[in-house]
């Protein structure tokens, strides 16, 4: 029987990765910044896993690091090698999951920006994904590793946004969560991908999404025990202590 493409989760199709570069402007963010500033400490080469549309990917190219990145969708894979190609790189980017990624050569650091992880939405494969992270780091190297706040998990209500595309179509954006797992800190939503041109709806994407957020002293033990040692966390894009209530932690742990 042929399989039900809608049960996918975490497509991200062709108008869902255009929305993503819209509203995620390169170098806007404040994580590029402060991941910038942390690799001007570490030489070596760099992978970013679930790469996207390169809005990480493409600024530590043009701060000389050596990057690779791997993403499962093709419409975001094919935005990033167009961006790279017009700024005249080329990295080695390709198709590839969470799961089964595998790589020849070892790297000296790992980046996993915020919103990534948490798309793993299973908690044993999200283990065995830290466990290959590990595999893939030379001896010393580190994985830098962002995720939202435990409390994201009691996020209701929709999210009703929009945008001009650089052609002047609208694009919305309906999305809502569909259900909650609270013993697996799971949930599950469906968002609604619009382009309008001249008043008439002429594309439209629903995108199925899932995720499995974590909570500090949890996703430290997953670390550990994934082989990590040296794990420490900071808050907000910010060094020093970790502040009260921080919206984004930032894990840096280096393979034990």
């Known amino acids: 029987m042929p399989s039900n493409s809608f049960t996918r989760v975490n497509r991200y199709g062709a108008l869902c990765a255009e929305v993503y570069d819209t509203d995620k402007p390169f170098g806007a963010l404040a994580d ?4 910038l500033a942390r690799l001007a400490e570490i030489e070596g080469p760099v992978l970013e896993p679930a790469c996207g549309t390169g809005r990480g990917l493409v600024p530590m190219l043009e701060a000389g690091h050596d990057v690779t990145g ?9 935005r990033c090698r167009a961006r790279c190609a017009d700024r005249g790189f080329s990295p080695d980017l390709s198709q590839q999951r969470f799961e089964d990624f595998s790589y020849d050569r070892r790297f000296a650091v790992i980046i996993v920006p915020v919103g990534t992880f948490t798309l793993i939405d299973d908690f ?4 065995a ?3 290959r992270f590990h595999a893939h780091l030379a001896p010393g190297g580190v994985v830098i590793l962002d ?9 209701d209500g929709e999210d009703r946004r929009s945008w001009t595309a650089e052609n002047g179509d609208l694009l919305t954006v309906v999305g809502h969560i569909t259900r909650t797992d609270w ?16 008043h008439k709806l002429v594309d ?9 957020h974590w909570g500090l002293e949890e996703f430290k033990l997953a670390l550990g025990a994934a082989g990590f040692v040296d794990i420490s966390v900071t808050g907000d894009y910010q060094r020093g202590p970790l502040r009260a209530h921080p919206r984004t932690l930032t894990f840096e742990a280096r393979r034990g």
């Not at 995720?147 to 996020?155: C, K, T």
């Open 32 to 35: 590029t910044a402060f991941h």
């Open 70 to 78: 791997f993403d499962a969708s093709p419409d975001m894979l094919a």
């Open 124 to 127: 044993a494969t999200a283990m």
């Open 129 to 131: 994904v830290l466990r």
């Open 147 to 155: 995720l939202d706040r435990l409390a994201n998990l009691a996020a």
């Open 183 to 198: 013993l697996a800190q799971r949930t599950e939503s469906r968002t609604r991908y619009e382009r309008w041109r001249d």
């Open 204 to 212: 439209c994407e629903l995108e199925p999404m899932a995720a499995r």
